[in-house]
Each structure stands twice: as C-alpha cells, then as structure tokens.
C-alpha cells in the first residue's frame, strides 16, 4: 500500500527534463526495501506501574511509617503513568516537588499519637490541569485520610 502510494507520486514529479521517478532505478530499488507495514511492539506499562506505586509507598512510608496504609487511585496512577510517559520530568523529581510535600502536609494534620491504624487515599487535585513546557505529571495530588 505505502509503495503504491510512494509509486504514484513519484511518476508525477519530474527529476529532470524528460525523467520521473518512476523511471529512476533508485526508486525502484528503494520500493524493494520498504515494507508495506511497520509494526510496533505494545508497551507493557506494567513494570512502569510498579515502579511508580512503590515509589509512591516508600515516600509514603518514609514520612508516615506503618501506621497508615495507602491506596493509590488508579485515575491519579494513569495521570503519572501518563506523565511520565510524555513527559520531561522524572518520577523522583515530581515525587520531591508534587507528592512529598502533599504527604507532609497530610502528616501535620495528623493527631501526634495515633492508636489505630488509618488508611490514606492520593488523587490527583482537579486543579492540576495544567500543563506546561513539556511537563505531564500532575502538578498538585491529594493525599488524604479517610473522614479528613
């Protein structure tokens, strides 16, 4: 198909007084080399997810320890996943910029001693939308405790 189509274009533009590509051997010979379909393997983002969830949880678990669990919402891991992909910025940079500091701010809303164990939620906050100079990762996330 795309050497048909290359084909019959190329015997509409003139070479050079008298000639066409068509007629070019060059052209002939390329045509023999294309491929009428280019094939691209799938990604299997599933390795990228769980770098991203685990990257997640430590951070997580770095700032806040065991005693609160953390649920990831899967439109919020697709917006990072996303991010990453077509993106700039690198996970453990938005992970400084984006996501400890939402974790840290949860942490100082957090009562000092808790004797029951909690279970957290991050989303992407509907006013990260923007995006800017290349950067697809969300620019603000939410994480918060359920009841909070």
Known sequence: MFADVVSNLASKIPVAVGHSLASSSALHELLDLV???ITF???DFGP???NVERTITRRFS???????????EQEALKKILGGIWLGHTSLEAWADKVLVPSIQQLKASLPLSMEETL???LEVDSKSE???HGDWLPSRVTVMVDGQ
């Open 48 to 50: 990228i997810q769980y």
């Open 41 to 43: 393997k799938p990604v």
């Open 35 to 37: 491929d009428d379909a």
């Open 62 to 72: 770095t700032i806040l320890g065991d005693k609160i669990s953390l649920e990831v």
């Open 119 to 121: 279970a957290a939620r």
């Open 130 to 132: 923007n995006r800017t």
